[in-house]
């Protein structure tokens, strides 16, 4: 059963101060590792899709890597804005053809003007 | 571009009633996904269509939910009876036909269920 575990839950920044979130995941034949941002009472929002280990994507402050094991989400110089919840989700074989996502519980980052 | 959309937003009623919740897909996204976060939980895979069937309904928490997809364009998920463990928040999401591949999946904002 693919598994997703994303640390720490919460995270306080100072505007400016940068930090990483982790996604830990479990996974039989990864086919892709997706990054999404959700704001209170909206949907998830795609942000990057990383398919193998080794890849590295950029959106303004937000720069998110993929190893074997884990994904980091970077964030450079945070502002207020980038204030929401950080989710990390994966797909994995494509078995009976369905292409579900397994979600981690996400990470609440606040940035403190 | 539109994205996806749910209505209602939110909807509240009492154990033992059905209510239906609606999800239209992006225009053209033949993938057509339902989630469910209950409090405290992440969000998780309920069932996914390709146009009009079903490709996988395993997440699926029981028969009281039942999901369709007439004409492979909007859907609908109804609950009957609901339950007060049915309460959540219900995702739908969308994705263009990519074979073999993977999909990048849009989601819309969401219908949050209460039951009392």
């Known amino acids: 059963e693919d598994q997703v575990t994303q640390s720490p839950e919460a995270l306080r920044l100072q505007e400016g101060e940068s930090s990483s979130l982790n996604c830990s995941y479990t996974v039989s034949g990864l086919r892709g590792l997706f990054w999404y941002r959700q704001d209170p009472g909206k949907g998830p929002e795609f942000l990057f899709t990383l398919y193998s280990a080794g890849e590295e994507k950029e959106k303004e402050r937000l720069k998110a890597t993929l190893t074997k094991k884990e994904s980091f989400l970077h964030i450079t110089a945070p502002k207020p804005e980038d204030s929401a919840t950080y989710l990390c989700?994966?797909?994995?074989?494509?078995?009976?053809?369905?292409?579900?996502?397994?979600f981690g519980k996400g990470t609440k980052l606040s940035v403190i003007p | 571009e539109a994205g996806v959309t749910q209505f209602p937003s939110h909807s509240v009623i009492e154990k033992g009633q059905t209510v239906t919740l609606r999800c239209d897909p992006i225009s053209g996204h033949d993938n057509l996904y339902w989630y469910r976060r209950v409090m405290g939980k992440e969000i998780k895979f309920l069932l996914h269509?390709?146009?009009?069937?079903?490709?996988?309904e395993s997440g699926m928490p029981n028969n009281r939910f039942l999901a369709e997809r007439t004409g492979g364009t909007y859907s609908t998920l109804k609950v009957q009876p609901a339950e007060l463990e049915d309460s959540g928040v219900y995702f739908c999401?969308?994705?263009?036909?990519?074979?073999?591949?993977?999909?990048?999946?849009?989601f819309g904002p969401g219908t949050r269920l209460t039951v009392l």
């Open positions: 989700a994966v797909q994995g074989p494509a078995g009976a053809g369905s292409y579900q996502l397994t």
């Open positions: 269509f390709v146009k009009e069937s079903k490709q996988d």
């Open positions: 999401a969308s994705s263009q036909a990519r074979r073999g591949g993977t999909d990048t999946q849009y």
